[in-house]
């Protein structure tokens, strides 16, 4: 972490630490981000957009101002997060994104993740010795998966948009074309990406400086061969990536550089409708992500564990009540190693997994007062069967549709590869498969067979875009960055709304936890209480204090009124509402 990012990460999240979040909700003057915003959510009545930049909130928010619905504005916003947040905005990546349409009372899962290559084998990431190549996944050609990102924008905008395709791609043509003012965040992110990105010479070209360095906070970016390709996919469509000009180009660079994406796989490449992971908790109803994400899955799975205890009898962030969702964390870690997957590839028992009665069974082993060692954590007994810089994004529109849209590149700026003439940044997903079964990826996660690397395979993610639904409304929805820490961040937000009571920013800024099984470490951000950590440490736990965890972007929507909240553990976001 640089320097610059973690000063700025100081001021923001010391802010939101002293804040008296117990204020009224009232909306801000407009404008850009202040730290007024880490006091109260944003609050509007005619629809909100959250993303982690200020300028694509405000993009989205148009689309609705102009008589877009929930879709529009999430396509639109997405397409401008890949210009000002290059990090993990993406037209080379993938994600997944849920759509609630409120007249149908009808919630979809839209896969758009990316797939391996079809010239992908299941020991192409090892050396001769055996040991795994983690050179070739952390930056290699061959660690790009074929994107899905604006395969999957445009399948969301034809099913269930109402605004033409060149509409919503027009707001980013324009940031890229005449460009925008580096923010501090975006700067200080430059300066944190500069080393991986001068490994590539078209993305030092595009990125930094002559010289190798960082462009400076102030400085305005224009990107010319990304406008270019971003104009081609607004005329000609997603056909410009998917069989085109464009995919052509992203295809040349990679096997130029010793990768195996082909242009079949491209022209191949199809999003999938999936039907969402679904459970309750204290009588919400939970909409989630289902596999190849493991998020949905086990978020139910830890709040159906959780729904057994008194929570908020223990209090917000007290040691009882972070002793036992650690434990939930950590039997629910455990089962993500054995049993998720692709399940075009393998089955995964979501049905056993989210069950109440298995969630019964892995309560009971839990002590109150004591932490298991992972060692004597293992995988249930049930039947056979993503970087932290990847960014998330809340909308709802006045007719109660929404969309929470989680997508990635895998690490901060992917590969850190980018395709020669296109200005396309490629993701370095292939990562997230199971190189060699049974050894850590690069967030420290464990995985089987059930992820091992196939042609045509998706790898599986952590990426948790959630709903929760009250009275057959949408009543939250929310989604994080963080990788492995994706599904605890998003477990964390839904509990300090629910049993702890917090409006939408106070949920948003409360320190935060996160367990994983193995390593076996509790990792506690720096704000949390020294005497709650004492206690976690006097119970058993390894405790490890840690920098940010997470960064929801948040909407609760209740009795006609949109609170948003966008997380200040980064700076740049803004919740915008009309």
């Known amino acids: 972490m640089s320097r610059t990012f973690h000063l700025l990460f100081v001021v923001l999240f010391s802010a939101c630490a002293w804040a008296d979040t117990t204020a009224p909700a009232t909306a801000p003057a407009a404008g850009r981000f202040s730290l007024d915003d880490v006091f109260t959510p944003v609050a509007a009545t005619g629809g909100m957009v959250v993303s982690e930049e200020e300028v694509a909130s405000e993009v989205g928010a148009n689309v609705l101002r102009r008589g877009g619905n929930a879709v529009d504005a999430a396509v639109a916003t997405a397409l401008a997060l890949a210009v000002v947040l290059p990090e993990a905005g ?164 990679v096997q130029r550089l010793g990768g195996v994406l082909s242009m079949d796989d491209l022209r191949e490449y199809r999003p999938t409708e999936r039907e969402p992971v679904t459970g309750t908790y204290r009588g919400f109803g939970v909409v989630s992500m289902p596999p190849p994400s493991s998020g949905g899955v086990h978020l139910v799975q830890m709040l159906n564990i959780l729904e057994g205890w008194p929570l908020a009898e223990y209090g917000a962030g007290s040691a009882q009540g972070l002793h036992l969702m650690t434990e939930a964390m950590r039997r629910a870690y455990a089962d993500r190693s054995e049993y998720l997957g692709d399940p075009d590839f393998v089955k995964v028992p979501v049905a056993a997994l989210t069950s109440k009665d298995y969630a019964a069974s892995l309560r009971a082993q839990i002590d109150p007062a004591r932490a298991t060692p992972s060692s004597a954590v293992k995988p249930g007994n049930l039947a056979p069967y993503e970087s932290k810089q990847t960014t998330h994004f809340s909308v709802m529109d006045r007719d109660g549709n929404a969309v929470a849209n989680t997508y990635t590149l895998n690490w901060s700026y992917g590969s850190g590869i980018v395709a020669k003439g296109t200005g396309i940044l490629l993701n370095n997903e292939m990562d997230d498969f199971s190189a060699k079964p049974g050894e850590p990826n690069a967030f420290g996660l464990l995985g089987g067979e059930a992820n091992a690397v196939q042609a045509g395979k998706t790898p599986l993610s952590s990426m948790t875009p959630t709903m929760l639904m009250k009275d057959g409304k949408v009543f939250l929805v929310t989604g994080s960055p963080g990788g492995s820490q994706i599904i605890t961040t998003v477990l964390q937000t839904v509990v300090n709304v629910v049993d702890h009571g917090m409006n939408i920013q106070a949920a948003t800024n409360a320190p935060r936890i996160h367990h994983q099984w193995w390593p076996d470490e509790l990792l506690v951000e720096r704000t949390l209480s020294p005497d709650t950590v004492s206690l976690l440490r006097a119970k058993g736990h390894a405790v490890t204090p840690t920098y940010p965890i997470g960064t929801t972007q948040t909407i609760l929507y209740w009795d006609g009124l949109f609170q948003g909240a966008a997380d200040p553990r980064r700076g740049g976001g803004r919740a915008v509402g009309l």
């Open 90 to 253: 993406n037209l080379g990546g993938g994600g997944f994104m849920l759509v609630h349409l409120a007249k149908e009372n009808r919630t979809i899962a839209l896969d758009y993740r990316e797939v391996a290559p079809r010239a992908a084998t299941r020991d192409m990431y090892l050396k001769a010795d055996g040991s795994v190549d983690h050179d070739e996944l952390d930056h290699g050609a061959k660690s790009v998966g074929v994107p899905g990102t604006v395969a999957g924008l445009a399948y969301a905008l034809e099913h269930w948009g109402t605004m033409k395709w060149w509409q919503v791609v027009d707001p980013a043509l324009a940031l890229a074309d005449k460009g925008y003012v580096l923010n501090a965040t975006q700067a200080a992110s430059l300066e944190y990406g500069r080393e991986r990105l001068l490994l590539n010479d078209e993305a030092k070209r595009v990125y930094l400086e002559a010289d190798g360095s960082a462009p400076e906070m102030g400085q305005r970016r224009r990107y010319v061969d990304l406008a270019a390709s971003l104009k081609l996919i607004k005329t000609t469509g997603p056909r410009a990536i998917y069989g085109g000009p464009v995919g052509q180009k992203i295809v040349d660079d």
